[in-house]
């Protein structure tokens, strides 16, 4: 069960790793019995059944979901005033791929928005202009201002900015990435009164219960907030532009059901790549081995690992390993096999980072 590398590793001062997924001990409130499992692959014992059940049960939920929008399965729009979705697209594997599915296996009508934090790989920036002309879909490139972007990564490199709990499933930096790209998303599906944002998450990243969910105003709000509070004390109030204001809470009803179709999608890294390669994508070389567009990535990487002894996508493997989508040898791999110190050195100079 055990590799050469956690071999290795066992003779250092390494942590000790799960038998079965590949969570470390140093991930918060873990623990591990005898035979060295960790407490989260006890927990999910006997489960698979159920998440089999379950995705097929939210996917029947998406088609139900589709006709109460009036959108045709067979393709044909019937909200002939306003798109059926829109995709926060990376430029990514796992949204290029989610992408392909809503364009070609549900028909809806997408208007893609990619989110330029500074460190998009040029393999990248060329992958988003190629899928989105092979698809046909409309697209959307948005930028920040470098000042404000640049102020709040150094700030995250420095100190934690928002929550403990968060800091199990994202670096910081991350966080911050992710936190502007939902915002900007949520504003402009209400603003053009597009009733779906769709998110190219892993099923590691997010379980199946949440792969269809109403944005509820409420939590929203509150969830802005402790994005926004930390964002506007580093960077001012010119952050404001990029969240909600008071008139999008005033109309709830245009608020969109978020969908992240991949949990209950088939999923195979393998099968993926074939795929979107269909689409003019091409994996690029210059990231680090968990992410497939950003170069900012092995950074906010290295800097969540010295900070608090694990890998920030260590969750989100682990939770694929388990699921049974991704195997244990290739999901050690991601997270503790040797990165390249270049990629880090690039995001410091940048960013100007000691």
């Known amino acids: 069960m055990f590799n050469e590398r956690e071999r290795e590793m066992e003779k250092t001062s390494q942590p000790k ?33 159920k998440l089999g059940q379950d995705k097929k049960k939210y996917e029947e939920k998406f088609l139900d ?20 979705i829109l995709m926060a697209y990376s430029g990514g594997k796992d949204s290029t791929y989610t992408m392909g599915l809503l364009k070609n296996k ?22 988003i202009k190629r899928v989105t002309d092979r698809l046909g879909i409309d697209h959307v490139f948005f930028k920040p201002g470098w000042e404000i972007l640049k102020k709040i990564f150094l700030a995250a490199a420095e100190r934690e900015l928002y929550a403990k709990k968060t800091l199990e499933r994202a670096s910081t930096i991350c966080t911050s990435c992710i936190g502007l790209v939902k915002s900007l998303c949520l504003k402009m599906a209400i603003e053009q009164d597009i009733p779906m944002v769709g998110f190219g998450w892993s099923p590691g990243q997010a379980p199946v219960q949440s792969s269809i969910m109403k944005n509820n105003p409420s939590l929203i709000r509150m969830a802005q907030q402790a994005i926004l509070n930390p964002m506007r004390e580093i960077a001012g109030s010119g952050i404001e532009t990029y969240f909600l204001r008071e008139k999008h809470y005033s109309t709830p009803g245009r608020f969109p059901v978020n969908v ?7 999923y195979n890294e393998g099968m993926i790549m074939e795929e979107i390669g269909k689409f003019g994508w091409t994996a690029p070389h210059d990231t680090d081995s968990n992410s497939t567009n950003c170069l900012l990535n092995a950074f906010a990487n290295d800097i969540h690992v010295k900070r608090y002894g694990f890998h920030p996508y260590v969750w989100e493997i682990a939770n694929m390993v388990r699921e049974g989508v991704m195997d244990r040898a290739e999901g050690y791999e991601k997270i503790y096999s040797d990165q390249s110190p270049r ?12």
């Not at 990629?343 to 000691?354: D, F, Q, T």
């Open 65 to 84: 979901l589709l006709k109460s929008l009036g959108i045709n399965s067979t393709g044909g729009l019937q909200r002939a005033n306003s798109y059926d």
């Open 343 to 354: 990629l880090v050195e690039i995001a410091k100079h940048k960013l100007n980072a000691e």
């Open 260 to 266: 992240h179709p991949m949990a209950w999608e088939f």
């Open 106 to 127: 549900y028909k809806l009508r997408i208007v893609a928005v990619s989110f330029d934090n500074g460190f998009i790989s040029e393999t990248s920036i060329n992958n």
């Open 17 to 49: 790793i799960c038998a079965r997924c590949i969570l470390p001990e140093t991930f918060p409130g873990i623990t591990f019995n005898a035979q060295g499992v960790c407490s989260h692959c006890r927990q999910f014992e006997g489960k698979s059944t």
